[in-house]
């Protein structure tokens, strides 16, 4: 069974450009996160979704970060513009209805602002 | 609120030394515990957990006991090896209607040949 994929594995942009990095999830996980793990730290939720539903956006900085889940599946988190203190791991993991307890996690997305 | 402690890394020990690595925690109702491992370029596993107090989770060596008098959730391994090198993180999850992690600051061993 695939795990987490996680698409770039390294992006390098410069300051106000926007950037996108996406996610697909273990087949049948209905539960979705991302988080934001800067070096030297533990991971920080950003999102929480339940199927297409954003349920747990409270950690999202709204004026520029967005997140998408359109079809219940595969995920797509977004900055734009991008900051210099953007610079980090973003991670995803799923988990199933029956597994709550248990989260599986791509390899992230490390981000470089220049 | 909910928060995870963790002991400030780096740790490094030799091939077949005793590892510690201690976790307390702060939660309000009954979380339960894990403990992921992240290896280099990758993303974190789980490595064991626990979902009450007293219990005892094991893999590949490593146990931790989930300890509620003393809120505490210590990772422990008799014998560690070149590739348990990694960072360790402590995490608990809360139910309350929803999963929430809280993960600590992670504690990165590097274990010498």
């Known amino acids: 069974e695939a795990g987490v994929v996680q698409s770039p594995r390294y992006k390098i942009i410069e300051k106000k450009q926007p950037v996108a990095f996406w996610c697909n999830p273990i087949?049948?996980?209905?539960?979705l996160y991302w988080y934001l793990q800067n070096l030297g730290q533990g991971p920080e939720l950003l999102i929480r979704y339940e199927n297409e539903e954003a349920v747990d956006d409270s950690q999202l900085p709204k004026d520029r970060f967005s997140a998408e889940r359109l079809k219940g599946v595969d995920s797509t988190l977004k900055i734009q513009p991008a900051e210099l203190g953007d610079s980090a791991v973003y991670l995803c993991a799923s988990s199933s209805g029956t597994t709550h307890n248990e989260q599986f996690f791509g390899p992230g997305t490390r981000l470089t602002v220049l | 609120g909910n928060s995870v402690t963790q002991m400030e890394g780096p740790v490094t020990l030799s091939e077949e030394a005793f590892l510690t690595i201690n976790c307390t925690y702060t939660?309000?109702?009954?979380?339960?515990l894990f403990w992921y491992v992240q290896y280099p370029g990758e993303g974190l596993q789980l490595l064991l957990k626990?979902?009450?107090?007293?219990d005892k989770g094991s893999n590949k060596g490593f146990e931790a006991t989930y300890r509620k008098e003393t809120t505490s959730f210590h990772l422990e391994k008799g014998s560690v090896q070149v590739s348990d090198s990694a960072v360790y993180f402590c995490a608990l999850s809360v139910s309350s209607g929803t999963y929430k992690y809280i993960f600590g600051t992670g504690t990165r061993l590097k274990v010498l040949a």
């Open positions: 087949s049948g996980h209905n539960t």
């Open positions: 939660a309000t109702g009954y979380p339960s």
């Open positions: 626990a979902t009450k107090a007293d």
